[in-house]
């Protein structure tokens, strides 16, 4: 009695999956880059800390950079639009009514007198903000 058993083809490699989902992990990082950007003022240069851990940052975290210009006068950014105090409290504010916690991170500038910080907390007080931190980065290692 002959028995016709077929062989089974071999299972080779598909290649349309794989390049969907290397299109899909691209679009993905590009753009989160592009939200990393519109959140930090380049000009500032955070202080450093000695200690090794990171904070966890909330979701809806909300980042304000803080710098002095050449004449000593703040200047304040949230997403590439600068703000007074005042605007920035008014902003701050219509935050609060949407979210009772708003998390705020202050990016200040290490070379900035601390009054100015201290000015900018104070704004984030008067707008009902008490979720604050402050950014840091790990002090540079000499190699």
């Given at each position: 009695?002959k028995?016709?058993?077929?062989?089974p083809?071999?299972?080779?490699?598909?290649?349309?999956?794989?390049?969907?989902v290397v299109f899909?992990l691209?679009?993905f990082?590009?753009?989160t880059?592009k939200?990393?950007?519109n959140?930090?003022?380049l000009?500032?240069?955070?202080?450093?800390?000695?200690t090794?851990?990171?904070?966890?940052r909330?979701?809806?975290?909300?980042i304000?950079?803080?710098?002095?210009?050449?004449?000593g006068?703040?200047?304040?950014?949230?997403?590439?639009?600068?703000?007074?105090l005042?605007?920035l409290?008014?902003?701050?504010?219509?935050q609060?009514r949407?979210n009772?916690?708003?998390?705020?991170?202050i990016?200040?500038?290490?070379?900035?007198?601390?009054?100015?910080?201290a000015?900018?907390i104070s704004?984030c007080?008067?707008?009902?903000?008490?979720?604050?931190s402050?950014?840091?980065?790990?002090?540079?290692?000499s190699?």
């Amino acid at each position: 009695m002959k028995i016709n058993a077929k062989i089974p083809e071999p299972i080779g490699f598909q290649l349309a999956p794989m390049i969907d989902v290397v299109f899909l992990l691209l679009i993905f990082f590009v753009v989160t880059q592009k939200f990393i950007l519109n959140e930090q003022d380049l000009e500032v240069k955070v202080p450093t800390a000695d200690t090794t851990s990171e904070d966890p940052r909330a979701i809806d975290e909300m980042i304000i950079n803080a710098r002095e210009d050449k004449d000593g006068k703040l200047i304040v950014t949230i997403d590439r639009t600068q703000f007074t105090l005042e605007e920035l409290q008014a902003q701050l504010s219509r935050q609060v009514r949407i979210n009772k916690h708003q998390p705020v991170r202050i990016r200040g500038d290490a070379d900035m007198r601390w009054q100015k910080v201290a000015d900018v907390i104070s704004t984030c007080t008067k707008a009902g903000v008490y979720n604050v931190s402050f950014s840091k980065q790990m002090p540079k290692t000499s190699e």
